[in-house]
């Protein structure tokens, strides 16, 4: 993390931004504390706010993500979104759990549909109704491009598919040496697919420096 923020000095500016934001409620912080406690890596709170910014510029009204977690960004983007319709997919039971405790207790829970799968073999016929605006992929990083060929079928044309932690806390940048070796597949397979999608003639992608690297890829019309 800390490789990345001197790399783009995004800390130089952080505290200026987070002066002007609104309070956050009690509900939003507790799930941000929870996160933290017990090491769930959900998206930081400044980069949920920029990507919600983002995806503000879209408006998607159909909206798919891969990895929910305990439902923090599902319940940020419907909360942001009063129209939005989200289909949210978790692979571990315990996170699955805690995700349904959060959404039934927000005042979102008619806006997200939580399916507990592991992404890679659900049964897309079975369970899911294209087509969506948008497909957030923020799971396992080493399968991202097997993520995006599995269900970017299911994305409008014009619509776009994001993606999170394209970093992977700076660890995009070490060699291969300096990588964990059990790190060393996953870290391969992230810029295997940055390498893959940014010159794709199908997508227009752009890596934004927000957060851990967020990747925006319009499907071309
Ligand atoms: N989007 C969430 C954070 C997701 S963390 C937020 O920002 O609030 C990544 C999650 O993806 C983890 O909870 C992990 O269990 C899940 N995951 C990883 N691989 C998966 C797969 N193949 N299918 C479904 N979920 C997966
Ligand atoms: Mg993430």
């Given at each position: 993390m800390k490789l990345v923020e001197e790399l783009f000095t995004i800390h130089n500016y952080d505290s200026y931004i987070e002066a002007h934001l609104q309070e956050k409620s009690a509900f939003i912080q507790n799930m941000e504390d929870y996160a933290r406690e017990n090491h769930v890596p959900i998206m930081g709170s400044r980069a949920i706010d920029t990507f919600i910014g983002i995806l503000s510029l879209q408006n998607p009204k159909r909206f798919l993500e891969i990895?929910?977690?305990?439902g923090y960004s599902s319940i940020r983007i419907a909360e942001a979104f009063p129209e939005i319709e989200i289909t949210t997919i978790e692979r571990n039971t315990g996170r699955y759990e805690k995700a349904i405790e959060y959404i039934e207790a927000s005042d979102v829970s008619s806006q997200i549909q939580i399916i507990q799968a592991d992404a890679l073999e659900l049964s897309i016929e079975e369970n899911l109704e294209g087509p969506y605006d948008a497909l957030f992929i923020d799971a396992a990083k080493g399968q991202y491009q097997r993520f995006f060929e599995k269900y970017?079928?299911?994305?409008?044309?014009g619509g776009v598919i994001y993606c999170d932690n394209m970093f992977m806390h700076g660890m995009v940048l070490q060699e291969d040496q300096e990588l964990p070796r059990r790190k060393r597949t996953m870290i391969r397979n992230l810029r295997s697919f940055m390498a893959w999608i940014?010159?794709?003639?199908?997508y227009n992608a752009t890596l934004l420096p927000v957060g851990d690297g967020l990747l925006i890829a319009i499907k071309k019309e």
């Amino acid at each position: 993390m800390k490789l990345v923020e001197e790399l783009f000095t995004i800390h130089n500016y952080d505290s200026y931004i987070e002066a002007h934001l609104q309070e956050k409620s009690a509900f939003i912080q507790n799930m941000e504390d929870y996160a933290r406690e017990n090491h769930v890596p959900i998206m930081g709170s400044r980069a949920i706010d920029t990507f919600i910014g983002i995806l503000s510029l879209q408006n998607p009204k159909r909206f798919l993500e891969i990895g929910s977690a305990i439902g923090y960004s599902s319940i940020r983007i419907a909360e942001a979104f009063p129209e939005i319709e989200i289909t949210t997919i978790e692979r571990n039971t315990g996170r699955y759990e805690k995700a349904i405790e959060y959404i039934e207790a927000s005042d979102v829970s008619s806006q997200i549909q939580i399916i507990q799968a592991d992404a890679l073999e659900l049964s897309i016929e079975e369970n899911l109704e294209g087509p969506y605006d948008a497909l957030f992929i923020d799971a396992a990083k080493g399968q991202y491009q097997r993520f995006f060929e599995k269900y970017s079928p299911l994305i409008k044309p014009g619509g776009v598919i994001y993606c999170d932690n394209m970093f992977m806390h700076g660890m995009v940048l070490q060699e291969d040496q300096e990588l964990p070796r059990r790190k060393r597949t996953m870290i391969r397979n992230l810029r295997s697919f940055m390498a893959w999608i940014m010159p794709h003639e199908d997508y227009n992608a752009t890596l934004l420096p927000v957060g851990d690297g967020l990747l925006i890829a319009i499907k071309k019309e």
